[in-house]
């Protein structure tokens, strides 16, 4: 758990013991699991470390999570960056959803073994949840990793995010140009790019998509699921 101190040390976050072991409890379970489902490549501790829980919690000192209550992750996956964000910030609610059911099995079950209470997982693809009561413009804050490209993703994600509250997409080094190929997508959704927020505090270089939602979505997005990768905005 060397790297991951390293990361609380930059990141200014509390050493404390009780959450290092939730961390490495998780990845444990994961890659126990990870031997019957697929749920990562990443199979080495360290790399695990690195780039499944220092880069989810890269946005922890970002004051769009710091000030977040409700928290979704569309596509969540094993639980990233999902889980490695509700470890730290127990005083938040977050919703993890997938359209894989098993994956988010397992993510119940390892939540549950570690004693995090602040987690509940949904079934679905982002387009039919966001049309549902509970989940449209409910959430503070909507983060989301490796699942689609700015255009498809925003119409993915904005939905959820209530006016006045943002999304934080987790984006690799091509964050600039995907996000010129996203500007339309991104005003018709209701959105505005607030900042792209370079992060390299390890072995990579990340950046991470600031947009706030200024206005509501209208009705007719999401379209139905499939088009928005089909047919994206542009
Ligand atoms: C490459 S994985 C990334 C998982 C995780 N976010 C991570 O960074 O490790 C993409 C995930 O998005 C989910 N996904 C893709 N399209 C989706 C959609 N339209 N609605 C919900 N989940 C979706 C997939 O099932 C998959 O688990």
């Known amino acids: 758990m060397k790297k991951l101190k390293e990361a609380f040390g930059k990141l200014h976050i509390p050493e404390d013991e009780a959450i290092l072991e939730q961390y490495e409890k998780y990845m444990e379970g994961i890659l126990l699991w990870n031997e019957k489902i697929n749920l ?14 220092v880069d989810s ?8 999570y710091v000030n977040a209550e409700s928290v979704i992750d569309i596509g969540t996956g094993a639980g990233f960056p999902g889980v490695p964000l509700a470890i730290i910030g127990q005083d938040k609610e977050f919703v993890l959803a997938d359209s894989l059911h098993k994956r988010l099995k397992v993510i119940d079950d390892l939540t549950a073994s570690i004693g995090l209470d602040n987690v509940t997982t949904v079934h679905g693809r982002a387009e039919e949840l966001a049309r549902n009561r509970d989940y449209r413009e409910k959430f503070d ?22 006016v006045g509250g943002f999304l934080l997409a987790y984006k690799g080094p091509d964050a600039e140009k995907e996000m010129g190929q996203a500007e339309k997508a991104i005003k018709i959704l209701g959105g505005k790019l607030r900042r792209i927020e370079a992060v390299n505090l390890v ?31 542009n």
């Open 141 to 162: 804050l909507c983060v989301s990793r490796a699942v689609a490209n700015m255009s498809v993703l925003t119409e993915y994600c904005l939905p959820f995010v209530r």
């Open 203 to 233: 072995d990579f270089d990340h950046n991470i998509i600031v947009i706030e939602k200024i206005k509501e979505t209208p009705a007719k997005y999401p379209r139905k699921a499939g088009t928005p990768a089909k047919e994206p905005i």
């Open 57 to 64: 919690i890269l946005c922890c000192n970002f004051p769009e």
């Open 40 to 53: 990562t490549a990443i199979k080495e501790r360290e790399d695990f470390i690195i780039k499944h829980f």
